[in-house]
């Protein structure tokens, strides 16, 4: 899948292709069964959605260009897509029939009829009728959080005004909202089949005893999940970036529970979010599963970006240079000597003009203001540094991919994908 021109050994250049002309969800969709198949890597998926951005060219074609896919794997991906929105077929089902299609040189619908009916790992490939889901007033109730005589009254307001049980309860004011969010979400893991109601009931106890979201508690009950449907993540950073209130990801939980659909979709579907800051969003939320951003600085970097108008690969950078401190100073002097682009009697000399309490920033800016970076590598150079403080990357690691970035004008994260491509 790489290009087969290497220009750094470790990293690859981007190859011309094309790609067809379709709907941005059915792209995207595509793009993302590419890497549930196992075809592209996660990583060649982020950095191609940051390239597609950048240029206003579809992902697919971002995947064709950078080497990463075949031309005629694009209409595979597509079809696989198509089952997923049309025909209702899972997406891990989707994904299975996609890679069995690749691997052995089949249509689309030739792989479909061979899995139907099929097993693998005891689970069905097919996907079988939607889990029935213990009722958001029963989880409620039985977990604490909302006394029964409380619950039958929503249900009545419930009953006379046809609105969603959720919001009736959120507008109400008495109830945290994070607890009706934390069983909301309890619901969705409880229809895919990921919980039983006594796992879930046990953590929304936590939520509701403790204070804390579904998230926490479900580590301190010692269960996780799969990444793939850490959805409620989404919601998340938009509320903590202003970008949505509480209520709207409550209503969208409940229409996506409602309708099987995700919360993104219908986020967009009211209008309170547009794709773009979706693919941010979702972006962001791959990168703190990438262990490459902390989540506590996901929502400033989401609303910088989408304040600022500009690039997250720009936010990502900034935030870095915020974050990192004087500790850092030290490293980052290492990397301009590895690749000769400041002496050591130079960096002594900013040193003593700005004094032993100098902070990263103003350390930063005395390197661009000298000349010895630009403001494109300067960026560059924080995010490889915050990367190294989050133990994304090892120091060699760091040269490769800044001298990348300054010898072709990419930013870090592109060039990270790149290298491990």
Do not use: W
């Not at 793009?31 to 950095?47: N, V």
């Not at 269960?223 to 969208?252: D, F, N, W």
Request: glycine share 6%.
């Amino acid at each position: 899948m790489n290009s087969p021109h290497d220009r750094l050994g470790k990293f690859t250049a981007p190859s011309q292709g094309a790609a067809g002309t379709h709907r941005p969800e059915e792209l995207n969709l595509a793009a993302s069964l590419l890497c549930q198949a196992g075809l592209i890597k996660r990583e060649q998926y982020a950095d191609c959605e940051i390239m597609s951005r950048q240029t206003g060219l579809n992902i697919l074609k971002m995947l064709v260009m950078s080497g990463y896919i075949k031309e005629n794997l694009n209409t595979l991906a597509l079809e696989a897509a198509a089952l997923v929105m049309k025909e209702g077929i899972t997406e891990v089902a989707a994904a299975r029939c996609l890679h069995m299609a690749v691997e052995r040189n089949q249509t689309i619908l030739d792989a479909l009829s061979e899995l139907a009916g099929t097993s693998q790992e005891n689970q069905p490939i097919l996907p079988p009728k939607p889990r029935s889901m213990t009722q958001l007033s029963a989880l409620l109730t039985e977990s604490g959080a909302v006394d029964g005589q409380a619950m039958n009254n929503y249900l009545a307001t419930q009953r006379e005004t046809g609105l969603p049980l959720g919001r009736i309860i959120t507008h109400a004011g008495v109830i945290d909202p994070e607890v009706v969010m934390a069983a909301l979400t309890a619901q969705v893991y409880e229809r895919d089949g990921y919980l039983t109601k006594v796992d879930i009931l046990e953590v929304l106890v936590l939520c509701y005893r403790r204070g804390i979201d579904f998230e926490t508690a479900l580590k301190q009950t010692g269960r996780t999940l799969p990444v793939q449907i850490a959805q409620i993540r989404t919601g998340e950073i938009l509320v903590k970036a202003g970008l949505a209130q509480k209520s709207s990801i409550i209503s969208a939980l409940e229409l996506a529970l409602l309708k099987g659909s995700q919360i993104g979709v219908e986020l967009i579907n009211m209008g309170q979010i547009d794709e773009n800051t979706l693919s941010r969003t979702l972006l962001l939320q791959d990168l703190v599963r990438q262990e490459r951003l902390a989540i506590v600085h996901a929502p400033s970097v989401l609303k910088r970006s989408i304040l600022n108008r500009e690039e997250l690969s720009q936010s990502l950078a900034e935030l870095a240079a915020l974050v990192l401190d004087a500790g850092d100073i030290e490293t980052l002097e290492a990397l301009l000597r590895a690749l000769g682009l400041c002496s050591q009697s130079n960096l002594e000399a900013i040193r003593s003009i700005l004094g032993e309490r100098t902070s990263f920033t103003e350390y930063l800016a005395a390197l661009v203001h000298r000349q010895h970076l630009d403001d494109a590598l300067a960026l560059c150079t924080a995010r490889v540094l915050y990367l190294l403080r989050m133990e994304a990357i090892m120091l060699e690691e760091a040269t490769d991919i800044l001298k990348y970035c300054k010898d072709f004008g990419v930013d870090a994260d592109s060039a990270l994908n790149r290298r491990r491509s």
